[in-house]
């Protein structure tokens, strides 16, 4: 059953350092999302992206973050300068698009910001 | 956002019972909503969509919907120890917003 991947699963960065976190969503899906949950948090949305544009970003997604799909299967995200608050799961998913559609979640990257 | 609230929990039920979580929304229009369930440090993990106002059964698994109350339901029967998770209500207007979470513990 095909399934949405993500790397790294563990990445650790110092302050003010730029992170990108990969995810290659199900091949025929065309919407792509981005997710983070802070530890002991709930499930929050960052951004959603489709055909080669944002379609919707959440206040979180600030100038820090952007994404990007370089090629026909990645899908990254990328902070700019992180923050200790950055430090969160972050949850790539991907779906068909509407909103009766389910979203399909990698199993995430922990990002731990010292 | 929209707001989506769950009872946080702890819900600790014995082995072969019924548990029951309930979440409710904030915003009238919404019309699709989704059960996750999430392991410790894992992702969210898909249980089932419900769009129309009633009952949708699968498996040990019943969602209910009222839209007039806003509310959201899910039964587990028969719980299982492998059931023991956090349980995410989310509303999809074209992207997801979750309810904290119930967390399910099944005793043996």
């Known amino acids: 059953e095909p399934e949405v991947t993500q790397t790294p699963s563990h990445q650790v960065t110092q302050m003010g350092q730029e992170v990108i976190l990969r995810c290659v969503p199900i091949?025929?899906?065309?919407?792509f999302y981005w997710y983070r949950q802070i530890l002991g948090q709930k499930v929050e949305f960052l951004v959603s992206?489709?055909?080669?544009?944002?379609?919707?970003k959440s206040e979180i997604f600030d100038d820090q973050f952007s994404v990007e799909r370089p090629d026909g299967s990645n899908f990254t995200l990328k902070i700019r300068s992180t923050k200790l608050e950055d430090s969160a799961m972050y949850f790539c998913?991907?779906?068909?698009?509407?909103?009766?559609?389910?979203?399909?979640f990698g199993p995430g990257t922990r990002l731990l910001v010292l | 956002q929209k707001e989506v609230e769950q009872n946080s929990g702890p819900l600790s039920v014995p082995e072969g019972a019924i548990a029951s979580l309930n979440c409710t929304y904030s915003?009238?229009?919404?019309?699709?909503f989704f059960w996750y369930r999430q392991y410790s440090g894992k992702s969210p993990e898909l249980i089932m969509s419900?769009?129309?106002?009633g009952d949708k059964e699968d498996g040990r698994f019943t969602a209910q919907l009222n839209k007039a109350s806003q509310y959201v339901s899910l039964l587990i029967r028969d719980s299982q120890p492998s059931d023991s998770a956090t349980y995410l209500c989310?509303?999809?207007?074209?992207?997801?917003?979750f309810g904290a979470g119930t967390t399910v513990t099944v005793r043996a």
């Open positions: 998913a991907s779906g068909l698009g509407t909103d009766q559609e389910t979203q399909y």
């Open positions: 091949s025929n899906h065309l919407y």
């Open positions: 992206f489709y055909n080669n544009e944002i379609s919707e």
């Open positions: 915003d009238r229009g919404s019309q699709s």
């Open positions: 419900i769009y129309s106002n």
């Open positions: 989310a509303v999809n207007d074209y992207k997801l917003s």
